[in-house]
């Protein structure tokens, strides 16, 4: 048997090594599909299934498995100190607990960026780290490289404005705070958003304003249009 031969049924997710996983395990990696997130959400047994796998995710031992140089920034077993877990938390837009994705951003943003000169988890590639800061505080994130649409997060800042061409475009966060983590409302343009609580690109690129209305009440927080 030649070396890294992994007998049968010896299989264990939290470990990398030999199973061909780079700077990750099998809870991480299991995540990358971004692709075709309805397939991956059919595989993964459905609505309720990527719920609970999520959910199984973030409540995982943390102290076991490899320890990469990247694999940093736990939460159970999402690490955010590396790239490919950084679309993970939204996914929860796809599912019946979307306000998660506001508690887990939450805690990201307050564990995991420090105004020090060491404040950043992870390895800064490139500057992902920062940028998925600086879009997440936006309020919204794109999901998949291939597919120009966002979807929403929880936005730190009560207003920003970004510059677009001649024109802007405009996140207003009202009854913004610490302690109000959840979205209530939101719209693009005065419009609902689009499935699973996205917006496309053309939609930012023309201007206009996304506008949030969040409240520290989890029971206010607005559902998942699935």
Known sequence: MGAGFVPRGTFDPYVANPYAFTEGNAWQWQWAFMQDLDKLTDIMGGTQGLNDKLNNLFNADSSQGDQHQDMTGYIGQYIHGNEPSHHVIYLYNRTEESYKAQEYLDQVYDQFYKPTPDGIIGNEDVGQMSAWYLMSALGFYQISPTDPTYTIGRPIFDKAVVSIGEGSFNVIAENNG?????????????????????????????????????????????????
């Open 178 to 226: 610490p302690d109000n983590l959840y979205v209530k409302e939101v719209t693009i343009n005065g419009k609902t958003l689009d499935k699973f609580n996205t917006f496309k690109h053309s939609e930012f690129k023309a201007g206009g304003e996304l506008r949030f209305v969040m409240t520290s009440d989890k029971s206010e927080a607005m559902a998942a249009n699935l």
